[in-house]
């Protein structure tokens, strides 16, 4: 069971030309779907800057250890095939940051948030 230090996320960015993007959706999409499966995966929500199309950035939230995600999770197979076919389109190195959650009174979420609900 994870506690609140054990509450992750996980924030990606990539940089891609914006004519590579269904190729880059059509890998995205199965690693995606592997990943939200993942009993440990809490939300996983994906935005483009409006400023500045086919850059990329996503939030995981993990309730996970940092040990247990960079040990057991970032070595999944699915995301052999993924990285193969995705990272020869960025155009920048990736960002990543990972955070882990404060809890107590800074945590709210919403069931119904910008138009989506259960």
């Known amino acids: 069971m994870a506690t609140p230090s054990d509450s992750l996320s996980l924030q990606v960015t990539i940089?891609?030309?914006?004519?590579?993007?269904?190729?880059?959706?059509?890998?995205?999409?199965?690693?995606?779907?592997?990943?939200?499966?993942?009993?440990?995966?809490t939300f996983f929500e994906v935005y483009e800057d409006p400023n500045a199309p086919g850059t990329l950035s996503?939030?995981?939230n993990w309730s996970a250890s940092p040990e247990w995600l960079l040990g057991v999770q970032a070595k999944k197979p699915y995301y052999h095939d993924y990285l193969a076919a995705t990272e020869p389109l960025y155009v920048k190195p990736r960002e990543i940051k990972l955070l882990k959650r404060v809890g107590g009174p800074f945590v709210m979420v919403k069931k119904v948030n910008g138009?989506?609900?259960?």
Do not use: R, T
């Open 15 to 41: 940089h891609l030309n914006h004519e590579d993007l269904p190729k880059f959706w059509a890998a995205f999409q199965p690693a995606y779907e592997a990943v939200i499966a993942e009993p440990e995966c």
């Open 58 to 60: 996503w939030v995981e």
């Open 115 to 118: 138009g989506l609900s259960d």
